[in-house]
């Protein structure tokens, strides 16, 4: 998820382990352990594109991490704040908390988290948006009204509380049924229109639960359709066709069976200007009412010295104003 939503969920997270010994400082360190995993993406500054995207939500978003540094995260707090009512084994238990429940919450998004490091074996749910307001909004606002209470008080604790459980309820009782509907009436529609396909992955569309995009894998190229549970005509649905036989020899460079294991084989392959593109179809295109085919993770493919790399493409969203009125146009209804 996005910066804030780990923020707000682990400053809450830490006022229910140590808020009423010490207040918003629970809050203060629990907002900083949820902050902690997602420290992976300076892994882009120093090695290669692919390395980074593989180390991505690996490590630090394992169960590992959170048992390995937490102890020693609170260590380092209770040398700093030697004055609270707290020893190093509360802090350290605050830290394991906001550090664990990063990676439970990335779980259920499109690029998962490598929870049972080193196995290596990642969990994407795929039924929530990297950036969603419905979740984050309210949760936000009742973890802010809690901060401004006393410690200890009774009201904190029911405020903080409610904030989590509206955020538990959304996951759970809002994202995850909706992924069961949507994926539903892609299949009935496949089968309505007689196409034949070997696999379905839904995940829903930017910033909302209300809409939903399903790539659908035939031989020789991908199905991509939108579903908003608004809509009242049949679904429409874009192909993007794999191109495999442009790869060539690239095919067997190990960098590139990295990337096609980093997109768990849902890929397609452009040409523009005699270079070659790989294109990572699970986050689907830059516009995902399908008025701009660009997408969202491209990169260009080049083979240099006998070794592969990939340059991420660099996206331009234009005018983001017109895109999002396009979006929620979309996810009013066909």
Same mark, same amino acid.
């Given at each position: 998820?996005?910066?804030?939503?780990?923020?707000?969920?682990?400053?809450?997270?830490?006022?229910?382990?140590?808020?009423?010994?010490?207040?918003?400082?629970?809050?203060?360190?629990?907002?900083?352990?949820?902050?902690?995993?997602?420290?992976?993406?300076?892994?882009?500054?120093?090695?290669?594109?692919?390395?980074?995207?593989?180390?991505?939500?690996?490590?630090?978003?394992?169960?590992?991490?959170?048992?390995?540094?937490?102890?020693?995260?609170?260590?380092?707090?209770?040398?700093?704040?030697?004055?609270?009512?707290?020893?190093?084994?509360?802090?350290? @238990? =605050?830290?394991?908390? /906001? &550090?664990?429940?990063?990676? $439970?919450?990335?779980?259920?998004? #499109?690029?998962?988290?490598?929870?049972?490091?080193?196995?290596?074996?990642?969990?994407?749910?795929?039924?929530?948006?990297?950036?969603?307001?419905?979740?984050?909004?309210?949760?936000?606002?009742?973890?802010?009204?809690?901060?401004?209470?006393?410690?200890?008080?009774?009201?904190?604790? @029911? =405020?903080?509380?409610? /904030? &989590?459980?509206?955020?538990? $309820?959304?996951?759970?009782?809002? #994202?995850?049924?909706?992924?069961?509907?949507?994926?539903?009436?892609?299949?009935?529609?496949?089968?309505?229109?007689?196409?034949?396909?070997?696999?379905?992955?839904?995940?829903?569309?930017?910033?909302?639960?209300?809409?939903?995009?399903?790539?659908?894998?035939?031989?020789?190229?991908?199905?991509?359709?939108?579903?908003?549970?608004?809509?009242?005509?049949?679904?429409?649905?874009?192909?993007?066709?794999?191109?495999?036989?442009?790869?060539?020899?690239?095919?067997?460079?190990?960098?590139?069976?990295?990337?096609?294991?980093?997109?768990?084989?849902?890929?397609?392959?452009?040409?523009?200007?005699?270079?070659?593109?790989?294109?990572?179809?699970?986050?689907?295109?830059?516009?995902?009412?399908?008025?701009?085919?660009?997408?969202?993770?491209?990169?260009?493919?080049?083979?240099?010295?006998?070794?592969?790399?990939?340059?991420?493409?660099?996206?331009?969203?234009?005018?983001?104003?017109?895109?999002?009125?396009?979006?929620?146009?979309?996810?009013?209804?066909?």
């Amino acid at each position: 998820m996005d910066s804030l939503t780990q923020i707000v969920l682990g400053a809450s997270v830490g006022e229910v382990v140590l808020g009423r010994k010490v207040g918003n400082k629970a809050m203060l360190y629990g907002a900083i352990a949820g902050t902690i995993p997602d420290l992976d993406v300076i892994a882009r500054s120093f090695t290669d594109t692919i390395t980074a995207n593989e180390l991505h939500r690996g490590f630090t978003h394992s169960i590992f991490f959170a048992l390995v540094f937490a102890p020693i995260f609170g260590w380092i707090i209770s040398k700093i704040e030697k004055k609270a009512d707290a020893d190093w084994k509360d802090w350290s @238990k =605050l830290m394991f908390w /906001g &550090l664990f429940t990063h990676p $439970l919450l990335d779980m259920f998004t #499109t690029w998962g988290t490598q929870l049972f490091w080193p196995a290596d074996y990642r969990l994407a749910f795929k039924t929530i948006f990297v950036i969603d307001p419905a979740y984050t909004l309210p949760f936000l606002f009742f973890t802010v009204l809690a901060a401004f209470r006393p410690k200890g008080s009774i009201s904190r604790r @029911k =405020l903080n509380s409610m /904030g &989590l459980q509206l955020s538990c $309820l959304y996951l759970f009782l809002i #994202t995850i049924p909706l992924k069961i509907y949507t994926f539903y009436e892609f299949k009935e529609a496949l089968k309505e229109q007689k196409i034949s396909y070997a696999e379905i992955e839904t995940k829903p569309s930017p910033f909302n639960t209300i809409m939903w995009t399903a790539n659908i894998a035939t031989d020789k190229s991908y199905l991509v359709g939108n579903y908003s549970i608004l809509d009242d005509q049949p679904i429409e649905f874009r192909r993007y066709p794999k191109n495999y036989h442009l790869l060539g020899e690239i095919k067997e460079y190990p960098n590139f069976k990295k990337l096609v294991k980093i997109s768990k084989g849902w890929y397609t392959i452009t040409e523009k200007e005699g270079d070659l593109y790989f294109n990572d179809l699970r986050f689907g295109t830059i516009d995902p009412t399908g008025n701009d085919s660009r997408f969202v993770f491209s990169y260009k493919l080049e083979v240099k010295n006998g070794i592969l790399t990939a340059t991420e493409v660099e996206k331009n969203y234009g005018d983001a104003s017109k895109m999002m009125k396009s979006l929620f146009d979309r996810v009013r209804g066909n």
